[in-house]
């Protein structure tokens, strides 16, 4: 529409989507200013995670796996929360974990929603005798465990990271799969779904461009609650000692390296637990109020 | 009641074949395994002829489904095959440590049934409240909390600031019951912890939606008491989550008293699931997973068939 004006015209159109977008800014400031000192909470947990992960070379004072003092040292000026079982500065060892924890939790979430996603939608529209196996299939994988699965699984491939996101993600794709075919099947049956079939758009138009917008807000709170599940769940296993290996820094593998010290009295093994706590718990915030504000309960608030 | 019998039939006919494909995927996941358990067991060095004879004695050479099927007939039997770590009978390893789980299990559920229920009733009928919102808050903080963080926090307080109760829980079978119970104290407090939340944001929200019904109103609005409201309107119908919540959550013991059962180092089924895998002792975690599935499976299955035969609309039939 603009194609035929002339520079500066353009230039007066210009202001307009930048101040759409500044009031969706705006709007958002509004609905945050707004929200409950829980999901406040909850925001600036998640933001400063995601500040500590990027800058994490810059702010650690020793390297990811550097031996910088003697086996489980004090807490002093030179290790401010002491050394681990082999004499690896636990502070820098945290700061990493925000990295290799955080960043291993979300890709296994992506991943899951990736597949969980693309088949629930798929199974939602296709129906029929796809649908019927998908669904059958997920209904047995369901019925086991995760855990309890997961450590099968990690016993017949062998314990790395590359096999632990594979697992959990597959295995995690299965919840994703049935909220998503759940919420696509209200969308499907809508009119403006059969008038894109009519029209003779493609699955893949219809997918992304009629049901995708539809089931985005109960799919970004699923988001929100699954990476939680991941990463208790990965936490869980490192803790166990069948999840990250060393030598990288992760929160689960930490407690378990220093798990002993809690008899002397000592908070060491408390700390990178209850970093993984803290993060859960701002998600879980954030989600719940992002629940609220979109499923339209008013009464609850 | 015919309904409510086809219905039931359904539901353990279904139960079963699900146990079934547990069974069948547990059985597959294992044999796509390269190598197979005679030469993990006899280890690299080992002669062809002899990896060939042991083979032949467990009955590698067998075709799939006729292994599968011995293997399910054997289970059926009680005979769970041999470890590969140390040769015993997997049976004999995992009885004991099976009903150590249990009584676990148990343990927390006899404290944290009662007091979820409580709880979360109390937050469903005077919901909004301060209580509510507090509640609200503590259990979404709770849930967020991973197992050990929960263990250790009790540990230093409990055992080691206190002294109170011992942090290991390494009991024996001739350990006399009282001891048992309190070095088991910890860990069934760390469960009910975990598990409580859960519970209560379940029957919160079971009651909620049933106070929202329009018989629940109608009968407020014909003037009846509260207390009446509930005895006689309300809990008939409530029956049915609550069992529900009860049995889901059982379910959901059972899995996390692995990481429980590592933390105090209880001799249950988790920790020697943890250790085969750790071991890769296959056949052991291919028992102890098959055990720890089938629970889940039978708990949910329980649960089925309690709201169904609790549900008065199923009972009194037109």
Not at chain 2, 19 to 38: M, T, Y
Not at chain 2, 136 to 148: D, G, K, W
Not at chain 2, 192 to 212: D, Q, Y
Not at chain 2, 290 to 301: G, R
Request: aromatic residues 10%; contains cysteine.
């Amino acid at each position: 529409m603009n194609m035929p004006n002339s520079g500066d015209q353009s230039a007066d159109a210009l202001p307009p989507p930048e101040r759409r977008s500044d009031s969706a800014f705006a709007i958002m400031w509004k609905e945050f200013l707004k929200a409950p000192f829980s999901a406040k909470f909850g925001f600036f947990v998640i933001f400063s995670y995601i500040f500590v992960a990027i800058f994490a070379p810059v702010i650690a004072p020793y390297g990811e796996a550097e031996i910088a003092g003697d086996q489980f040292e004090l807490w002093s000026q030179q290790f401010l929360l002491g050394t681990d079982n082999l004499g690896r500065d636990m502070l820098t060892r945290i700061i990493y974990g925000a990295r290799n924890t955080v960043g291993i939790a979300l890709i296994i979430t992506l991943f899951a929603f990736l597949v969980g996603g693309i088949l629930g939608i798929l199974a939602a529209v296709v129906g029929g005798w796809i649908d019927q196996l998908l669904s059958r299939t997920v209904d047995v994988l369901m019925a086991i465990p995760l855990l309890i699965f997961a450590m099968l699984l990690l016993t017949i491939f062998g314990t790395s990271v590359i096999n632990m996101i594979l697992i959990i993600g597959i295995l995690d794709s299965t919840r994703v799969f049935r909220i998503s075919r759940a919420v696509s099947l209200n969308v499907v049956v809508m009119d403006f779904i059969e008038a894109a079939r009519l029209r003779g758009e493609g699955l893949g138009w219809i997918t992304i461009r009629e049901i995708l917008p539809n089931i985005a807000p109960p799919l970004v709170a699923e988001f929100g609650l699954r990476f939680c599940f991941v990463f208790l769940t990965i936490s869980a296993l490192s803790f166990l000692g069948l999840g990250v290996q060393p030598p990288t820094a992760d929160w689960g593998s930490m407690v378990r390296d220093t798990a002993d010290l809690i008899t002397f009295d000592d908070y060491t093994p408390l700390i990178p637990a209850a970093a993984i706590a803290l993060l859960t718990i701002g998600v879980n915030f954030v989600v719940d109020w992002f629940l609220h504000k979109t499923s339209g309960l008013k009464d609850e608030h | 009641m015919s309904d409510i019998l086809k219905m039931l039939a359904h539901r353990i006919s279904l139960g079963l074949l699900t146990l079934f494909a547990v069974s069948l995927i547990i059985f597959l996941g294992v044999s796509l395994l390269p190598g197979d358990a005679a030469q993990s067991m006899l280890g690299q060095a080992a002669t062809t002829e002899t990896v060939e004879a042991l083979r032949k004695q467990m009955g590698l050479d067998l075709p799939p489904h006729t292994r599968y099927l011995q293997w399910l007939g054997n289970i059926l039997q009680g005979d769970f095959g041999v470890s590969i770590g140390n040769r015993r009978e997997i049976s004999e390893l995992i009885g004991v440590r099976f009903a150590n789980t249990l009584f676990l299990a148990l343990f927390a559920a006899v404290i944290a049934v009662p007091l979820a229920l409580t709880l979360g009733v109390l937050a469903a009928l005077y919901r909004n409240s301060i209580y509510d919102r507090t509640v609200n808050v503590v259990t979404l903080s709770s849930i967020s909390t991973p197992e050990f963080f929960v263990a250790y926090i009790l540990i230093l307080l409990v055992s080691v600031k206190a002294g109170m109760f011992p942090s290991l829980a390494n009991i024996s079978p001739d350990t006399p019951l009282f001891e048992r119970l309190h070095k088991m104290f910890l860990p069934a407090v760390t469960l009910t912890l975990v598990v409580l939340a859960h519970m209560m944001r379940m029957t919160r929200a079971a009651i909620i939606n049933l106070l929202a019904s329009p018989y629940i109103e109608m009968a407020t609005l014909k003037g009846m008491s509260r207390a009446r409201v509930i005895v006689h309107h309300a809990l008939p119908n409530a029956w049915a989550p609550i069992v529900n919540v009860i049995v889901l959550n059982l379910a959901y013991l059972i899995v996390g008293v692995v990481v429980v059962e590592v933390v105090f180092v209880y001799p249950g089924l988790g920790q020697l699931l943890v250790d085969s895998v750790q071991r890769r002792d296959l056949p052991v975690v291919q028992a102890c997973c098959l055990i720890f599935a089938a629970t889940y499976v039978l708990l949910n299955l329980i649960a089925d068939i309690l709201s169904i035969m609790t549900n008065p609309r199923l009972l009194h039939p037109k």
